[in-house]
């Protein structure tokens, strides 16, 4: 039969209704039950001879798998932790849409296992459609918080794997105590976010321990005041961010890290604040941990940061250290040894020199936008980051901050003063090089003063790599210039001895560049503009890079004239143009914090 099932049945409901007249109603009625079982046959069997249904349900388990999108890539919320969360009310529509694809979905069990506040009434529904599987949970509505505790306490808290809570708040305590309170063998993942903590409450613990939480892999704790109750042997991953337990902080936090052996990253924010810091030799003594690669220190003074520096002391290779938002003091920087210490360490001076060129030391100075993409804000940061064979170690601090220290730049400072280490140096990262991010003002501690090359301070240096991300519409970035190159007109000045300069211009975030064109009036495709590089090399000043290779780079949305690689092709050695899919970055130990936007979100940064 050519027809498909909807139109066979739409034609025979025609029919009886034509002929209605001379039959009953209970004739009419059996007749259009009749026909509707029929038409569910017909289309049961035309469904089973498309493509898509013949699969086995192995591959159609997959498929519905793949179309489960997490949810930081369609709302404003996001989750700053690394989480299998998926979302699960998207299968709904899928279930139906025929009888194979819903048995196929409902017997996935795994795949109703996220329960979230976006749609609460149906908490209940995929705590059926889960049951047996572990179960993930994400609360970020404090309104509808106690209906997905509700849910748990009829017996289902045994399958939780992963607990997200963001926005608790004080009256909604008590149901998380009586749910942490009850064994949770499979819970793997927590994270608590409390929207108004009472700091003056008489301190507690959370009822987290190692008895009824054997499983605890990552913990979160943001703005709560309370720790908990025991390290866990299996934690691998912690993340504390304003938490308050009264003086006494430092002391517990330091006794919980000792209690957790297997950690392998730590990220510690905002705890140096109205503390005291421990007393003591005993408790600066490095802690036991074989496993830790990466630690984030996050907006603390000069105190807390001495006091976590001497604790936590990665000792796996390849390992990442990061200092974020440091709060400088009013000391000169160029004398502080804690910093200089920590980026220029003396036992990796005393290896530089044998060092192979292969794995050369790299430098890298950024200037990064706040999370609204701006670089003009008060939280755009400046960052500092030197890679060695061990470890990458960053130190960035965010503009509001310069306060502190007048007019005082505390990146020319550390590099004046540690000539010697960066003498090994042969690589070179500028990131986001354009003046409109105010590198000007960021090298020269006079701002009337002309700015000054922080290239003068590696004399071994043969590449050399400029970033500009035009995602960020920087005024500027259009415009290739020499300016931070030394300038033979300075007679204080040594020329580098290039091989490679690296241009490096695009966008890192098409999505966002879009939206922030539209947002703007502005077009998003830039065509880069060499009349300012052009005319600094006229002017002979940078006569040395003639032995130097010139290696534009741009992804799609950046243009480059042909004429224009011509004209620079009589000042370089060579010059060519490679095409990028992505912007690149410079090679470093542990995932950079910076891709993920503003450096100031330290929970992201795992």
């Given at each position: 039969?050519?027809?498909?099932?909807?139109?066979?049945?739409?034609?025979?409901?025609?029919?009886?209704?034509?002929?209605?007249?001379?039959?009953s109603?209970?004739?009419?009625?059996?007749?259009?039950?009749?026909?509707?079982?029929?038409?569910?046959?017909?289309?049961?069997?035309?469904?089973?001879?498309?493509?898509?249904?013949?699969?086995?349900?192995?591959?159609?388990?997959?498929?519905?798998?793949?179309?489960?999108?997490?949810?930081?890539?369609?709302?404003?919320?996001?989750?700053?932790?690394?989480?299998?969360?998926?979302?699960?009310?998207?299968?709904?529509?899928?279930?139906?849409?025929?009888?194979?694809?819903?048995?196929?979905?409902?017997?996935?069990?795994?795949?109703?296992?996220?329960?979230?506040?976006?749609?609460?009434?149906?908490?209940?529904?995929?705590?059926?459609?889960?049951?047996?599987?572990?179960?993930?949970?994400?609360?970020?509505?404090?309104h509808?918080?106690?209906?997905?505790?509700?849910?748990?306490?009829?017996?289902?808290?045994?399958?939780?794997?992963?607990?997200?809570?963001?926005?608790?708040?004080?009256e909604h305590?008590?149901?998380?105590?009586?749910?942490?309170?009850?064994?949770?063998?499979?819970?793997?993942s927590?994270?608590?976010?409390?929207?108004?903590?009472?700091?003056?409450?008489?301190?507690?613990q959370?009822?987290?321990?190692?008895?009824?939480?054997?499983?605890?892999?990552?913990?979160?704790?943001?703005?709560?005041?309370?720790?908990?109750?025991?390290?866990?042997?299996?934690?691998?991953?912690?993340?504390?961010?304003?938490?308050?337990?009264?003086?006494?902080?430092?002391?517990?936090?330091?006794?919980?890290?000792?209690?957790?052996?297997?950690?392998?990253?730590?990220?510690?924010?905002?705890?140096?604040?109205?503390?005291?810091?421990?007393?003591?030799?005993?408790?600066?003594?490095?802690?036991?941990l074989?496993?830790?690669?990466?630690?984030?220190?996050?907006?603390?003074?000069?105190?807390?940061?001495?006091?976590?520096?001497?604790?936590?002391?990665?000792?796996?290779?390849?390992?990442?250290?990061?200092?974020?938002?440091?709060?400088?003091?009013?000391?000169?920087?160029?004398?502080?040894?804690?910093?200089?210490?920590?980026l220029?360490?003396?036992?990796?001076?005393?290896?530089?020199?044998?060092?192979?060129?292969?794995?050369?030391?790299?430098?890298?100075?950024?200037?990064?936008?706040?999370?609204?993409?701006?670089?003009?804000?008060?939280?755009?940061?400046?960052?500092?980051t030197?890679?060695?064979?061990?470890?990458?170690?960053?130190?960035?601090?965010?503009?509001?901050?310069?306060?502190?220290?007048?007019?005082?730049?505390?990146?020319?400072?550390?590099?004046?003063?540690?000539?010697?280490w960066?003498?090994?140096?042969?690589?070179v990262?500028?990131?986001?090089?354009?003046?409109?991010?105010?590198?000007?003002?960021?090298?020269?501690?006079?701002?009337?003063?002309?700015?000054?090359?922080?290239?003068?301070?590696?004399?071994?240096?043969?590449?050399?790599?400029?970033?500009?991300?035009?995602?960020?519409?920087?005024?500027?970035?259009?415009?290739?210039?020499?300016?931070?190159?030394?300038?033979?007109?300075?007679?204080?000045?040594?020329a580098?001895?290039?091989?490679?300069?690296?241009?490096?211009?695009?966008?890192?975030?098409?999505?966002?560049?879009?939206?922030?064109?539209?947002?703007?009036?502005?077009?998003?495709?830039?065509?880069?503009?060499?009349?300012?590089?052009?005319?600094?090399?006229?002017?002979?000043?940078?006569?040395?890079?003639?032995?130097?290779?010139?290696?534009?780079?741009?992804t799609?949305?950046?243009?480059?004239?042909?004429?224009?690689?011509?004209?620079?092709?009589?000042?370089?050695?060579?010059?060519?143009?490679?095409?990028?899919?992505?912007?690149?970055?410079?090679?470093?130990?542990?995932?950079?914090?910076?891709?993920?936007?503003?450096?100031?979100?330290?929970?992201?940064?795992?």
């Open positions: 039969m050519d027809l498909l099932p909807d139109c066979l049945a739409e034609t025979l409901l025609n029919s009886v209704k034509n002929n209605a007249a001379s039959l109603d209970d004739t009419i009625w059996s007749i259009h039950t009749t026909l509707l079982e029929t038409a569910l046959h017909l289309r049961t069997a035309h469904n089973a001879r498309q493509g898509l249904l013949r699969l086995p349900p192995e591959v159609l388990s997959e498929i519905l798998e793949d179309i489960l999108d997490p949810y930081c890539s369609h709302w404003t919320f996001r989750p700053f932790w690394r989480s299998t969360e998926t979302d699960s009310s998207v299968l709904i529509p899928v279930t139906h849409t025929c009888r194979r694809l819903r048995e196929v979905a409902l017997g996935l069990r795994s795949l109703w296992g996220t329960l979230t506040t976006k749609d609460p009434h149906r908490v209940p529904i995929f705590v059926e459609r889960s049951r047996p599987a572990p179960l993930t949970v994400a609360a970020w509505s404090r509808d918080i106690p209906s997905v505790f509700d849910v748990f306490f009829t017996g289902e808290a045994n399958r939780i794997q992963e607990l997200h809570l963001c926005s608790v708040e004080v305590m008590n149901y998380l105590y009586e749910l942490l309170n009850s064994p949770l063998p499979c819970l793997k927590f994270t608590l976010h409390c929207y108004q903590a009472d700091w003056y409450a008489k301190p507690s959370l009822p987290l321990s190692r008895d009824r939480n054997p499983s605890l892999r990552y913990l979160t704790l943001k703005n709560t005041p309370f720790l908990p109750e025991t390290g866990f042997p299996t934690l691998t991953h912690l993340s504390l961010t304003q938490v308050v337990t009264g003086p006494d902080l430092n002391v517990k936090v330091a006794d919980l890290l000792s209690d957790c052996p297997r950690l392998e990253s730590v990220v510690l924010s905002c705890l140096s604040f109205e503390t005291v810091i421990l007393d003591g030799a005993a408790h600066r003594k490095p802690l036991l074989e496993h830790l690669r990466r630690v984030t220190l996050h907006e603390m003074d000069d105190n807390a940061l001495q006091l976590y520096m001497s604790l936590l002391q990665p000792r796996a290779r390849d390992s990442a250290y990061h200092i974020l938002g440091h709060i400088l003091g009013h000391n000169n920087q160029r004398d502080n040894p804690l910093l200089r210490d920590f220029f360490p003396p036992e990796t001076q005393k290896r530089s020199e044998d060092q192979p060129a292969e794995e050369s030391l790299q430098l890298c100075i950024s200037v990064h936008p706040d999370h609204n993409g701006e670089f003009s804000g008060w939280d755009r940061s400046y960052a500092l030197v890679t060695t064979r061990e470890c990458t170690r960053r130190l960035a601090t965010y503009s509001g901050q310069r306060r502190y220290i007048g007019n005082s730049v505390w990146i020319t400072q550390l590099l004046a003063a540690n000539a010697t960066l003498a090994a140096i042969r690589e990262w500028v990131v986001n090089a354009a003046p409109s991010t105010f590198w000007p003002r960021f090298l020269s501690s006079d701002t009337c003063a002309p700015v000054m090359s922080p290239l003068v301070h590696f004399p071994a240096l043969e590449t050399l790599t400029l970033v500009s991300d035009h995602t960020f519409l920087v005024e500027g970035t259009t415009q290739p210039g020499l300016y931070l190159l030394p300038s033979t007109e300075d007679p204080t000045a040594v580098p001895k290039l091989t490679a300069l690296r241009l490096m211009h695009g966008f890192s975030d098409h999505t966002l560049a879009k939206r922030r064109a539209t947002e703007r009036h502005v077009p998003l495709a830039d065509t880069l503009d060499f009349k300012q590089m052009l005319e600094d090399l006229r002017c002979g000043d940078y006569a040395y890079l003639r032995d130097t290779r010139l290696i534009v780079q741009t799609p949305n950046v243009r480059v004239d042909r004429n224009n690689l011509d004209r620079l092709r009589e000042h370089f050695k060579d010059v060519r143009h490679e095409w990028l899919d992505a912007l690149p970055a410079m090679p470093v130990r542990g995932e950079d914090p910076a891709r993920r936007g503003c450096e100031k979100w330290s929970e992201s940064h795992w």
